[in-house]
Structure formats: C-alpha cells, structure tokens
C-alpha cells in the first residue's frame, strides 16, 4: 500500500467515525462500505487514485468535509472522481425518481475510472440487499437496473458481476410478478 493510500484509509475512517455513521441495515461501522468498495477496485487493477475516490466516495455526501480538502490532501484526480461518485441532486429537485434522474445523468458523464469505483460500490452495496425491506429492496434494484446501463464503460468484469447480482436480486424480489 502507498502512503496515500494509508492516508485515506485513516481518513475516512475519522471522517465517518466522527458522524457516528452505520450501515442502514448491518449496522456496521460505516466506514467498512468504502474500505470493502476499495478492495474491489484493487483487486481489478484500480491505479491507487482511484483506490483513494473508492476510500473517499461518500465523504463529500456524508461528512462535512469539502472537496476542497479531498483535492488539498489527496489531488485533483481523486477530487474529481470523488465528485464524479457524489450524488448532485438535492430534495428540493423533487421526489426520488427525479432525484434519481438527475443523478444517473450525472453519473454517465463520467470517465471509465470512477465508473468502475461505482461498479464496485454497486457490488458491495447488493450485498445488503436482502436485509432491506422487501417494498423498498424492489425500488432499490429497479434504479440498480437502470444505473447499469450508464456503468458500461467501467471495467467489464465489474459490470458482468453487477448485473447477475441486480438481474438475481431482481428474480428473487420480484419472482414472477413483474
């Protein structure tokens, strides 16, 4: 590991610490999420900027912290990438599916790097998925299913492995009813 990476390690875990974050439905240390979301990266080959975004990816949603300190600690290529994986829609943009939207528009503007850090978030976050309530679980796949298609850039291993765990979660929510 390279000091940076080291540095963002630690960095997120004070980040997230300090807001006193879990998991909605572990109960987990939050801070786990991004370190699981790295390892993946790593173990695709992710250069260490983009294991840094994948360390610091909800930083910027979920702490205090600015991107200005992100770029001043780590450079810009892993602000850019963390602002890439940061939502930009606000409540008053609407309800969820509009938010959604607005988001996943985002999301397609960004490079092949910080669409295989989604990749990875995308994977570790369907881990969860069964744990969830089974109305909201639905809602969550149907917008993984659509997110997918903006993520096809990234890193194709990633993307296969994305799919047959939305396309499985899908068949088990949903089963024959859709």
């Known amino acids: 590991m390279t000091d940076n990476i080291d540095t963002a390690i630690a960095f997120c875990v004070a980040a997230h610490q300090a807001c006193g974050q879990k998991r909605k439905f572990s109960g987990a240390e939050?801070?786990?999420?991004?370190i699981e979301v790295s390892m993946l990266v790593s173990s695709l080959g992710g250069s260490d900027d983009m294991i840094c975004a994948a360390l610091l990816h909800d930083i910027i949603e979920?702490?205090?912290?600015?991107?200005?300190?992100i770029e001043a600690n780590f450079g810009s290529n892993v602000a850019r990438m963390v602002l890439g994986?940061?939502?930009?829609s606000k409540l008053e943009d609407g309800d969820r599916a509009t938010r959604k939207a607005i988001d996943l528009t985002h999301t397609a503007k960004q490079c092949a790097d910080t669409k295989t850090i989604k990749l990875c978030d995308v994977i570790d976050n369907l881990h969860d998925?069964?744990?969830?309530?089974?109305?909201?679980?639905k809602q969550y796949i149907l917008?993984?299913?659509?997110?997918l298609e903006v993520l096809k850039e990234g890193d194709a291993l990633a993307w296969s492995q994305a799919n047959r765990m939305v396309?499985?979660?899908?068949?088990?929510?949903?089963?024959?009813?859709?």
């Open 85 to 88: 994986l940061t939502k930009v």
């Open 62 to 69: 979920d702490t205090k912290i600015q991107i200005e300190t």
């Open 129 to 137: 998925i069964y744990d969830a309530d089974r109305e909201w679980a």
């Open 30 to 34: 939050y801070y786990t999420h991004p």
């Open 167 to 178: 396309t499985a979660a899908k068949a088990n929510l949903f089963g024959g009813e859709q």
């Open 143 to 147: 917008e993984k299913e659509l997110l």
